[in-house]
Protein backbone atom coordinates (compact mmCIF):
# COMPACT_ATOMS: atom_id res chain seq x y z
CA UNK A 1 0.00 0.00 0.00
CA UNK A 2 0.90 3.80 -0.07
CA UNK A 3 3.53 4.72 2.62
CA UNK A 4 4.03 8.84 1.97
CA UNK A 5 2.08 10.84 4.21
CA UNK A 6 0.31 13.77 1.60
CA UNK A 7 1.04 11.98 -1.61
CA UNK A 8 -1.58 11.10 -4.06
CA UNK A 9 -4.48 13.73 -2.95
CA UNK A 10 -7.36 13.51 -5.52
CA UNK A 11 -6.75 9.74 -6.37
CA UNK A 12 -9.33 7.54 -6.00
CA UNK A 13 -9.12 4.05 -5.76
CA UNK A 14 -12.59 2.54 -6.39
CA UNK A 15 -13.66 -1.38 -7.01
CA UNK A 16 -10.44 -2.87 -6.09
CA UNK A 17 -9.09 -5.45 -4.30
CA UNK A 18 -6.06 -5.78 -2.49
CA UNK A 19 -4.61 -8.36 -1.01
CA UNK A 20 -2.00 -8.68 1.83
CA UNK A 21 -0.32 -11.56 3.48
CA UNK A 22 -0.74 -10.65 7.32
CA UNK A 23 -0.08 -7.23 9.26
CA UNK A 24 -2.41 -3.86 8.79
CA UNK A 25 -2.83 -2.20 5.65
CA UNK A 26 -1.39 1.30 6.38
CA UNK A 27 -3.45 3.56 4.40
CA UNK A 28 -1.35 6.64 4.74
CA UNK A 29 -1.70 8.76 1.57
CA UNK A 30 -3.89 11.36 0.92
CA UNK A 31 -5.82 9.32 -1.52
CA UNK A 32 -10.02 8.21 -0.92
CA UNK A 33 -10.75 4.53 -0.80
CA UNK A 34 -13.93 3.79 -1.85
CA UNK A 35 -16.23 0.43 -2.70
CA UNK A 36 -12.73 -2.20 -2.34
CA UNK A 37 -12.14 -5.43 -0.68
CA UNK A 38 -9.01 -5.64 1.31
CA UNK A 39 -8.46 -9.19 2.39
CA UNK A 40 -5.63 -9.80 4.84
CA UNK A 41 -4.71 -13.69 4.22
CA UNK A 42 -2.71 -14.18 7.35
CA UNK A 43 -4.87 -12.14 9.70
CA UNK A 44 -3.64 -8.47 10.97
CA UNK A 45 -5.90 -5.84 12.57
CA UNK A 46 -7.63 -4.04 9.82
CA UNK A 47 -6.89 -0.80 8.19
CA UNK A 48 -5.12 2.25 9.73
CA UNK A 49 -6.72 5.19 7.82
CA UNK A 50 -3.82 7.47 8.93
CA UNK A 51 -3.46 10.18 6.03
CA UNK A 52 -6.30 8.48 3.86
CA UNK A 53 -9.57 8.97 3.02
CA UNK A 54 -12.58 6.34 3.56
CA UNK A 55 -15.30 6.84 0.92
CA UNK A 56 -17.24 3.86 2.24
CA UNK A 57 -18.69 0.86 1.07
CA UNK A 58 -15.16 -0.46 1.74
CA UNK A 59 -15.35 -4.93 2.96
CA UNK A 60 -12.07 -5.97 4.56
CA UNK A 61 -12.00 -9.61 5.45
CA UNK A 62 -9.91 -12.43 6.43
CA UNK A 63 -9.80 -15.36 3.83
CA UNK A 64 -7.77 -17.09 1.75
CA UNK A 65 -7.07 -16.57 -1.74
CA UNK A 66 -9.35 -19.17 -3.20
CA UNK A 67 -12.12 -17.94 -1.25
CA UNK A 68 -12.67 -15.06 -2.94
CA UNK A 69 -10.47 -16.07 -6.09
CA UNK A 70 -11.61 -18.53 -8.56
CA UNK A 71 -8.10 -19.99 -8.88
CA UNK A 72 -4.82 -18.34 -7.75
CA UNK A 73 -1.72 -19.93 -6.50
CA UNK A 74 -0.46 -16.46 -5.60
CA UNK A 75 -1.10 -12.92 -4.14
CA UNK A 76 2.73 -12.00 -5.18
CA UNK A 77 2.61 -13.06 -8.94
CA UNK A 78 0.61 -12.30 -11.17
CA UNK A 79 -0.10 -14.88 -13.82
CA UNK A 80 -2.25 -14.93 -16.44
CA UNK A 81 -3.44 -18.99 -16.51
CA UNK A 82 -5.39 -18.46 -12.71
CA UNK A 83 -8.86 -17.47 -13.31
CA UNK A 84 -8.93 -14.07 -10.87
CA UNK A 85 -12.80 -14.14 -11.63
CA UNK A 86 -14.67 -13.84 -8.28
CA UNK A 87 -16.24 -17.02 -6.43
CA UNK A 88 -19.59 -17.16 -5.71
CA UNK A 89 -19.34 -16.44 -2.18
CA UNK A 90 -16.96 -13.78 -2.53
CA UNK A 91 -17.53 -10.77 -0.28
CA UNK A 92 -16.54 -8.83 -2.99
CA UNK A 93 -19.81 -9.92 -5.19
CA UNK A 94 -21.90 -6.85 -4.99
CA UNK A 95 -19.54 -4.33 -3.17
CA UNK A 96 -18.54 -2.31 -6.35
CA UNK A 97 -19.83 1.49 -6.61
CA UNK A 98 -22.80 1.12 -8.52
CA UNK A 99 -23.69 -2.80 -7.18
CA UNK A 100 -20.89 -4.16 -9.39
CA UNK A 101 -18.26 -6.92 -8.20
CA UNK A 102 -15.21 -5.36 -6.86
CA UNK A 103 -12.14 -6.40 -9.08
CA UNK A 104 -11.54 -6.45 -13.36
CA UNK A 105 -14.28 -8.60 -14.02
CA UNK A 106 -17.67 -6.59 -13.41
CA UNK A 107 -18.42 -2.95 -14.04
CA UNK A 108 -19.02 -0.68 -17.31
CA UNK A 109 -16.34 -2.37 -19.08
CA UNK A 110 -15.55 -5.24 -17.60
CA UNK A 111 -12.13 -7.95 -18.74
CA UNK A 112 -12.57 -10.21 -20.69
CA UNK A 113 -10.56 -13.57 -21.05
CA UNK A 114 -8.26 -12.95 -23.95
CA UNK A 115 -8.00 -9.32 -23.71
CA UNK A 116 -9.76 -8.71 -26.64
CA UNK A 117 -10.83 -5.14 -27.27
CA UNK A 118 -14.19 -4.01 -27.83
CA UNK A 119 -12.97 -1.63 -30.74
CA UNK A 120 -12.78 -3.84 -34.28
CA UNK A 121 -8.48 -4.56 -34.49
CA UNK A 122 -6.73 -6.43 -37.44
CA UNK A 123 -6.66 -10.51 -36.29
CA UNK A 124 -4.98 -11.77 -40.06
CA UNK A 125 -3.84 -10.68 -43.33
CA UNK A 126 -3.64 -13.14 -46.49
CA UNK A 127 -1.16 -13.25 -47.83
CA UNK A 128 1.81 -12.12 -45.94
CA UNK A 129 2.85 -8.98 -47.78
CA UNK A 130 5.86 -9.42 -50.77
CA UNK A 131 6.40 -8.40 -54.00
CA UNK A 132 3.56 -6.59 -56.13
CA UNK A 133 2.06 -7.71 -59.43
CA UNK A 134 2.24 -4.32 -61.02
CA UNK A 135 1.60 -2.62 -58.29
CA UNK A 136 -1.55 -4.37 -57.59
CA UNK A 137 -2.00 -6.19 -53.66
CA UNK A 138 -4.54 -9.29 -53.73
CA UNK A 139 -5.14 -9.80 -49.97
CA UNK A 140 -8.01 -10.57 -47.51
CA UNK A 141 -7.71 -8.70 -43.93
CA UNK A 142 -10.34 -9.75 -41.47
CA UNK A 143 -10.93 -7.71 -38.08
CA UNK A 144 -12.80 -8.44 -34.78
CA UNK A 145 -14.11 -6.75 -32.33
CA UNK A 146 -14.85 -8.54 -28.51
CA UNK A 147 -18.68 -9.42 -27.95
CA UNK A 148 -20.29 -8.85 -24.96
Avoid at 3 to 9: E, L, V
Avoid at 42 to 55: F, R
Amino acid sequence: MTTNNGFNPGVNFTNNIFTRNSSTYALNSAATYSNNLFVLLGGGAGLNWTGATNGGGNVTTTMTLNSIFESVGSNTTFNESYNYALTSTSPGQGIGQGGYDAGIHDGPAPWKAGAVPFNPHWVSLTPALGPTNGGVISLDLSGAAQQD
